[in-house]
């Protein structure tokens, strides 16, 4: 079955230095996400992206933030300025349509864990 | 707004025993409604998703939920706990813009 990749699994920063964590979402999907979970916490919605562009985002999604599809391949996550209240389980996803709408599920990868120091 | 409870935070089963992880939902409109599980150092993995057709939904690994309306529930369940369901587990809902929406999450502990 297809899955969505995320690399690396593990990632350690400095506080104030850029990371990008890197998702290959399953090949046929149109709709792609990230979520993140702060250890102990609930998962949250970060953004939605669609066509190039960001669909939906959440008011955790600030400037701080951006995402990019670079090829037909690879969506990344950029953080420019990393905080210590970054560190976090980071999770790419993917869905055929949007909406994570019962026909149209996400799949998730296996998260990046990063840390900021 | 969509919203989720998950009403246990750790539920511990014996090995052979019944499973019930319990999810009350929040929502304004029909919702579309998910069981996702996490095991350790592993992605999110979709359990069963609730898609109107019929109230009892049956999933992977022997899985199922129920969908009820009048009791806004849909907690899930599986007759006979084996060693690997031991992990975390979402209830989900998804807002009315699609964004999924998680519950806090219950860890199950299966004994031998």
């Known amino acids: 079955e297809p899955e969505v990749t995320q690399t690396p699994s593990h990632q350690v920063t400095q506080m104030g230095q850029e990371v990008i964590l890197r998702c290959v979402p399953i090949?046929?999907?149109?709709?792609f996400y990230w979520y993140r979970q702060i250890l102990g916490q609930k998962v949250e919605f970060l953004v939605s992206?669609?066509?190039?562009?960001?669909?939906?985002k959440s008011e955790i999604f600030d400037d701080q933030f951006s995402v990019e599809r670079p090829d037909g391949s690879n969506f990344t996550l950029k953080i420019r300025s990393t905080k210590l209240e970054d560190s976090a389980m980071y999770f790419c996803?993917?869905?055929?349509?949007?909406?994570?709408?019962?026909?149209?599920?996400?799949?998730f990868g296996n998260g990046t864990r990063l840390t900021v120091t | 707004a969509q919203s989720v409870t998950q009403l246990d935070s750790h539920v511990s089963v014996s090995e052979g025993t019944p499973v019930l992880l319990r999810c009350n939902y929040s929502?304004?409109?029909?919702?579309?409604l998910f069981w996702y599980v996490q095991h350790p150092n592993k992605g999110l993995q979709l359990l069963l998703k609730?898609?109107?057709?019929?109230?009892l939904v049956k999933g992977i690994n022997g899985f199922e939920a129920e969908f009820k309306k009048s009791e806004t529930s849909f907690h899930l369940t599986k007759p006979s706990a084996h060693m690997s369901d031991a992990a975390e587990y979402f209830c989900?809902?998804?807002?009315?813009?699609?964004?999924?929406?998680f519950g806090q999450g219950t860890t199950l502990q299966v004994k031998p």
């Open positions: 609730y898609t109107s057709a019929a109230t």
């Open positions: 929502s304004s409109y029909s919702p579309s």
């Open positions: 989900v809902v998804t807002s009315n813009t699609g964004k999924l929406i």
């Open positions: 996803a993917s869905s055929a349509r949007g909406g994570g709408f019962y026909n149209s599920p996400l799949h």
């Open positions: 992206f669609y066509n190039n562009e960001i669909s939906e």
């Open positions: 090949s046929n999907h149109l709709y």
